[in-house]
């Protein structure tokens, strides 16, 4: 399994990789997976999975990747490291698969976003990519994606026929709970200037998450909401691209928000983890997401959730919170009526608990251990 997301900034295909490889091994001790590191022997985690802490590889001080070796390694780097180990199959958990490989190639494809989303496709980095996916896609021996909404879009846009395609749905962690420490969940909260109730959005700057909607929903709530509120983003721009990353600081100013959002910045786990169990309501807004973890993890702390009724997110929330339409009259609504509804709140608290617990990491586990086995029987898979 291509591991070199261990070596980059925190993200969600870093955490489908950790949670995934740790479930493999906990339900399948006799599987032998090798995670492929730019730079390292392979690591090998069976049955101990030798990762210091769990999660990540040590990677005996190497510096994360920068963009030309991670471009080089995930069109040919990675295929050369598998060679050596001779494995029975490539596993690829992002959408950026070798060029020329000959192994059973096993690809995660947690969206198409570039696809979909020219703004994305812009730099020569990223048609590179996309044009390798293109190739390689539909020769994969199976694609895994986490909702049915991606599914579809990978058969439309890719042409990998349904029966190589699995769909494999991702889950909160097991650390994402009601808050279990209500001061400790306030100490964080205090540390980044939030005081009192907050609505809580982490689910990424880019365009795609319609972050101007959310302030100007947030804006019209505001005057009908029973006492003091604030709207709490998390998270830094990947790029300086504007067309991707425009700054919402202007959007601020505008709607004259400046005392009442707070934009934190990069989060650590830890603080985000917090910020997710001290929120009134957590809101996306978002307009495009393959699978929309960021709600799960919000409901599976006890958060009331709205989420757009866009994409995968129908497929993720269910009935454990509001699905609106993703403007700004429709967010504002279910935002005062979940403010200040204790009733709807604690209704929502309990439907998305019971909802973020239909997902496990374990579940997805054994779909991809379906999926491998698939892989390496196409007969079968084709039928």
């Known amino acids: 399994m291509d591991g070199s997301f261990l070596l980059l900034p925190p ?32 690591q090998n985690p069976v ?37 050596r180990v001779r494995p029975d199959l490539l596993h690829v958990p992002h959408a950026t698969p070798p060029v020329g490989s000959r192994l059973p190639l096993v690809l995660t494809i947690h969206d198409v976003i570039p696809l979909v989303l020219p703004a994305y496709r812009a730099t020569q980095a990223m048609r590179l990519r996309v044009a390798a996916l293109r190739r390689a896609a539909p020769r994969a021996r199976m694609v895994l994606t986490p909702s049915r909404a991606a599914a579809d879009d990978i058969e439309r846009l890719l042409r990998v026929p349904p029966s190589r395609i699995r769909v494999t749905p991702e889950a909160a962690t097991a650390d994402h709970v009601p808050a279990t420490n209500a001061a400790a969940s306030r100490a964080v909260a205090s540390r980044h200037g939030i005081r009192g109730r907050y609505v809580f959005n982490v689910g990424g700057l880019d365009v795609r998450k319609n972050l101007p ?19 709490v983003i998390a998270g830094a721009p990947h790029t300086t691209n504007p067309a991707v990353f425009p700054s919402v600081e202007p959007v601020v100013e505008r709607l004259g928000l400046a005392e009442r959002v707070v934009l934190t910045g990069f989060l650590s786990d830890t603080d985000k983890l917090a910020l997710y169990q001290g929120a009134a309501l957590y809101v996306t807004p978002s307009l495009y997401e393959g699978f929309g973890l960021t709600a799960l993890e919000a409901m599976a702390c006890g958060v009331p959730t709205i989420a757009a009724n866009r994409t995968s ?37 309990a439907r998305g608990q019971a909802r973020a617990a239909t997902f496990s990491w374990d579940r997805t586990a054994k779909l991809t251990l379906d999926a491998y086995r698939e892989a390496l029987n196409p007969d079968r898979a084709e039928t």
């Not at 030798?50 to 990747?65: A, I």
């Not at 100007?216 to 006492?227: K, T, V």
């Open 47 to 83: 049955g101990t999975m030798t990762m210091t802490p769990p999660g990540e590889v040590d990677t005996g001080g190497l510096p994360r990747l920068d963009r030309f070796r991670r471009l080089s390694w995930d069109l040919a780097g990675v295929a050369l490291a598998a060679r």
């Open 213 to 231: 909607v959310l302030l100007e929903a947030f804006a019209r709530a505001l005057p009908h909401l029973e006492g003091p509120v604030q709207l």
């Open 11 to 42: 993200s969600g295909t870093g955490t489908y990789l950790r949670s995934l490889t740790q479930a493999l091994v906990r339900i399948e001790p006799d599987l032998d997976i090798a995670l492929l590191v730019p730079g390292l022997r392979p």
């Open 313 to 349: 997110l129908p497929e993720v929330v269910g009935d454990g919170g509001l699905l609106v339409e993703p403007e700004p009259d429709a967010l504002a609504t279910a935002v005062v009526d979940v403010l200040n509804t204790p009733a709807l709140a604690a209704a929502l608290r």
